[in-house]
């Protein structure tokens, strides 16, 4: 609510988003059961960002992934550079969103019928989409039914940091 009324502060500083994406693994795979999560990204993305609210965006990303994806499924994290932007990618083998639904899914209370009986309130993606804007971030899914999904968000890179001036 307090992100939804413009009063929630950001403490942006640089942030590497793989080292998060290993910490989001670590904390969930007791959840994941025989899923493999993997974070296929070697070298640090860093990106301008308040580190405790991304994480939690990336792990509702992962939560929901594990929650859709079969027992023998697979989840990827992805983060890479893009110019001055970093995008993120959570991908998984499940079992996909219509393309009609797309949009739907970040609203509040927006959920997919058949895929509600799995728990929640609808309330997950829209608070990830609130927080990756509050970044000047964008967010979106890429998804084909029977085929999986790849939710992703962008965030600006970090700027670099300059020594201070020799004395």
Known sequence: SRMEAGRMELKREPCDLISVARDVIGTLRPLAESRTLVVESANPVTASCDGELIRRVLANLVGNAIKFTATTGRVAITAAVEGDRVRVNVTDNGSGIPPEKHQLIFEKFGQIADRS????????????????EA?????GVGSTPGHGSTFWFSLPVAAPVTPPPAP
């Open 135 to 139: 970044h000047g971030g964008t967010i």
């Open 117 to 132: 009986r799995r728990g929640g309130f609808g309330l997950g993606l829209t608070f990830c989409k609130m927080a990756v």
